[in-house]
Every structure is written in C-alpha cells, then in structure tokens.
C-alpha cells in the first residue's frame, strides 16, 4: 500500500512533465495548486 504513491508518480510524471513544456510552466503550476486546494478542500469533508 505505501508503494502505491511512489508507482503512481513513476508513471504520471514524465506525461506531467511534457505536458509542461508544451503548456508552460506557470500554467501547469496555478493547475497543481488548484488541485491540491480542492483535494485538501476535499479532504476536510472525509
């Protein structure tokens, strides 16, 4: 179960990442920290 983060990431980074150089940076950064606003938002409801 504890793996199960870090394979996640093996696996969605580098699409992350190329997404980033097609985008841009700064817009991939405001669309993570969106995310985590709503995952923590999300999160105090559990």
């Given amino acids: ?10 696996v969605i980074l580098p699409l992350w990442g190329r997404l980033a150089d097609r985008k841009g940076r ?3 950064l405001l669309r993570t920290g969106l995310g985590m606003v ?3 938002f999300a999160t105090g409801f559990s």
């Fill in 38 to 40: 709503a995952i923590i």
């Fill in 26 to 28: 700064k817009p991939m």
């Fill in 1 to 10: 179960m504890s793996a199960a983060p870090f394979l996640f990431l093996a």
